[in-house]
C-alpha cells in the first residue's frame, strides 16, 4: 500500500490551495483518512480526517477553513485549504486505515511542503 501526496508548494496568505492523497495497493479497502502537519521544530498534529462513511472530523485551528472530502472511485482524499495564514506553513501528512483482507494497517504518506507568505 502507498500514499501519495502531493498539491503543496509556496501560496500566498490568503490562498486556496488544494491537497491530494492518492492510496493505491491490490486488494485493500480504504477505511479512515487523515491529514497531519507538522510546522517546523514542532510535533505533527493532526488536521482533519474522515472516515468510510463520509463523517469528517477537524482540528480547532482549521474549522471552517479547511474541508476534507474522498473519491473512492479514486482512491483519493482530498484537503481543500481556504484563507491560509503564515501558521498553516507546514508539510502535509496523509494517513490512512487500510484492510487488506482481514486485517487493518495504518499508513503515512511523505509528506508534501504547503509553505505560505505574506
Known amino acids: 500500500v502507498q500514499l501519495q501526496a502531493s498539491g503543496g508548494g509556496s501560496v500566498q496568505a490568503g490562498g486556496s490551495p488544494r491537497l491530494s492523497c492518492v492510496i493505491s495497493?491490490?486488494?485493500?479497502?480504504?477505511?479512515?483518512v487523515g491529514w497531519y502537519r507538522q510546522a517546523p521544530g514542532k510535533q505533527r498534529d493532526f488536521v482533519a480526517r474522515?472516515?468510510?462513511?463520509?463523517?469528517?472530523t477537524y482540528a480547532e485551528s482549521v474549522k471552517g477553513r479547511f474541508n476534507i472530502s474522498r473519491d473512492n472511485t479514486k482512491n483519493t482524499v482530498y484537503l481543500q485549504m481556504n484563507r491560509l495564514a503564515a501558521e498553516d506553513t507546514a508539510v502535509y501528512y496523509c494517513?490512512?486505515?487500510?484492510?487488506?483482507?482481514?486485517?487493518?494497517?495504518?499508513?503515512w504518506g511523505q509528506g508534501t511542503l504547503v509553505t505560505v507568505s505574506s
Open positions: 474522515i472516515n468510510s462513511g463520509g463523517v469528517t
Open positions: 495497493g491490490s486488494t485493500i479497502s480504504i477505511a479512515t
Open positions: 494517513n490512512a486505515d487500510v484492510w487488506v483482507h482481514v486485517r487493518r494497517w495504518n499508513y
